[in-house]
Nanobody
Framework: QVQLVESGGGLVQPGGSLRLSCTAS????????MDWYRQAPGKARELVTS???????NYADSVKGRFTASRDNARNTVYLQMTSLKPEDTAVYFC???????????????WGQGTLVTVAS
């Protein structure tokens, strides 16, 4: 069974930092993009970062200069380092990835279960 497993959410004060991680596990031959989305209460899900395998990472304007996504391709893992957090960053953060499943040789889009980030004093 292939899946994305996230960790690292929690409660942090404004101005603080958190690091999220997302690992793709199972019979996977290749992982293409690994993205982070977030969904705040009452709002639509929005793209935060998008990282292509061997390519560049793009960021939403609202997080540029504060968030950094990095990948460990050997571990099929993407990290999201969040600094200078603001209350408006409060949301459930979801990992999304396109993976090539070894057994079926098919590409599959996966979503993580989501991890809650709350920025409050």
């Amino acid at each position: 069974q292939v899946q994305l497993v996230e960790s690292g959410g929690g409660l942090v004060q404004p101005g603080g930092s958190l690091r999220l991680s997302c690992t793709a596990s199972g019979s996977i031959s290749r992982v293409d993009n690994m993205d982070w989305y977030r969904q705040a209460p009452g709002k639509a899900r929005e793209l935060v970062t998008s990282s292509r395998n061997g390519g560049t990472t793009n960021y939403a304007d609202s997080v540029k200069g504060r968030f950094t996504a990095s990948r460990d391709n050997a571990r099929n893992t993407v990290y999201l380092q969040m600094t200078s957090l603001k209350p408006e960053d409060t949301a459930v953060y979801f990992c999304n990835a396109d993976v090539l499943v070894s057994t079926s040789r098919r590409w599959l889009e996966l979503w993580g279960q989501g991890t809650l980030v709350t920025v409050a004093s």
